[in-house]
């Protein structure tokens, strides 16, 4: 195949005046396409005037849209959409799509073409957060990591819930929900990131619990010690950790699918701090990684 390929012009002819890739037909190289991921059509797209005329097709590019992309465009505005080949929608919606006042963003796996959602700590609920003492926000330059560039940090409280609801109309798949955060307060210092762990404190006394429950009955549990996780020797302190809450299966986009998370640790008898809190993430479950993951700079 790599002979062949080093062999053919730019029109694709072969150079031994023999049938070479320029002689397919461009609607059979569009059948093939549409069992191929998109970054492999892109580069195909390079070999000649037939598969570049193929990897712009918009049946190509519909089938690697999800069923309800429409939906997603309508959370943008009509200029930034209308007239755009389905090749410029796949690209435009690969990107994050802001909604509920920038605080949630949906997008398109670049591979897949399938729905990923990142929900801020400023969407949630967080009892106790209008109490400086107990809560605040600080903004963070870790944007390859945190997408809403603010975080919320535990100071201290003694009643610790975080929880949220989302309204979305997922196309059908499996999806994994999981929270992302951090021990410890994080700052730079000479280029550097530095932890600092002063009010991190209480999260060995009792776990911390995880729910998630859906609008069509679905329902998941989980509990972790926080200190446990950066005991291990894959995490290190200091580091954003992704914990897995659970999965849920989406078998039809209508009706919407209502999610509800929650994190707590909701025991009284000691108090708990030095936690940061970043977002929640709703992603098909065979997407990128899966349980727990850490982040560091």
């Not at 037909?25 to 093939?32: D, M």
């Not at 291990?232 to 209502?258: H, L, Q």
């Not at 992603?283 to 899966?290: A, E, Q, Y």
């Amino acid at each position: 195949m790599g002979a062949s390929l080093s062999n053919t012009t730019e029109n694709g002819s072969a150079t031994g005046g023999g049938t070479g890739l320029g002689d397919v037909p461009e609607s059979c190289v569009a059948c093939v396409f549409m069992y191929l991921t998109p970054p492999e059509i892109c580069n195909l797209a390079r070999l000649n005037r037939a598969f570049r005329g193929a990897a712009s097709s918009d049946a190509v590019w519909e089938s690697k849209l999800p069923c309800n992309y429409r939906q997603m465009l309508h959370l943008l505005p009509p200029w930034r959409h209308v007239g755009l080949p389905k090749k410029g929608i796949f690209a435009l919606l690969s990107r994050p799509v802001p909604f509920d006042d920038d605080n949630k963003e949906v997008w398109l796996d670049r591979v897949s073409g399938r729905i990923c959602m990142s929900i801020s700590s400023k969407a949630m609920s967080i009892t106790g957060s209008e109490d400086r003492r107990h809560w605040n926000w600080f903004p963070t330059k870790e944007s390859s990591i945190c997408r809403f560039h603010v975080v919320a940090y535990c100071q201290q409280v003694w009643w610790f819930e975080v929880s949220g609801i989302v309204k979305f109309p997922f196309p059908p798949d499996i999806y994994t929900l999981t929270f992302r955060i951090h021990l410890g307060k994080y700052f730079k210092r000479l280029g550097r990131r530095v932890p600092n762990f002063e009010h991190t404190h209480g999260w060995d006394l009792g776990p911390v619990r995880y729910e998630l429950s859906t609008s069509d009955g679905q329902h998941a549990v989980s509990e972790c010690f926080l200190h446990e996780v950066e005991q291990d020797d894959a995490k290190k302190r200091g580091c954003w950790i992704e914990y897995k809450v659970g999965e849920f299966i989406v078998n039809r986009s209508d009706p919407v699918t209502e999610v509800r998370f929650s994190m707590k640790q909701i025991d009284c008898t000691h108090s708990k701090g030095g936690l940061c809190v970043d977002s929640v993430s709703i992603t098909p479950s065979d997407v990128g990684g899966k349980g727990l993951n850490s982040f560091c700079n």
